[in-house]
């Protein structure tokens, strides 16, 4: 079982930054691929990023590539996204996520995870 809490949300205006972070309980966080999802009103949740157990493989979609960086850290249980430059249509809820896939292939869909967190607002005003 792993529990997830993001936090680092907020509203920030178009061109700048915020460092999500979510921190997952258990000992057994390296043994999770994770990732980030975001979810904006009246949309489908849809992939942001992820990142494989020991951090060596990363996945992005192409609307946050070159702009948002995902990082983990397992001595601190902790999942990290770093988001720059900003738009409007980044906002969303963003949720992170822990699932076993050993594919990366499999990091983009959703039903890969098994754990999720509450969700954390970014809100990016232009």
């Known amino acids: 079982q792993v529990q997830l809490v993001e936090s680092g949300g907020g509203l920030v205006q178009a061109g700048g930054s915020l460092r999500l972070s979510c921190a997952a309980s258990?000992?057994?966080?390296?043994?999770?691929?994770v990732g980030w999802f975001r979810q904006a009103p009246g949309k489908e949740r849809e992939f942001v990023s992820a990142i494989s157990r020991i951090g060596s493989s990363t996945n992005y979609a192409d609307s946050v590539k070159g702009r948002f960086a995902i990082s983990r850290d397992n001595v601190k249980n902790t999942l990290y996204l770093q988001m720059n430059t900003l738009k409007p249509e980044d906002t969303a809820v963003y949720y992170c996520?822990?699932?076993?896939?050993?594919?990366?292939?499999?990091?983009?869909?959703?039903?890969?995870?098994?754990?999720w967190g509450q969700g954390t607002q970014v809100t990016v005003s232009s």
């Open positions: 258990g000992r057994t966080f390296s043994s999770y691929a």
């Open positions: 996520a822990a699932g076993k896939a050993y594919d990366s292939g499999d990091y983009y869909y959703p039903n890969t995870y098994d754990y």
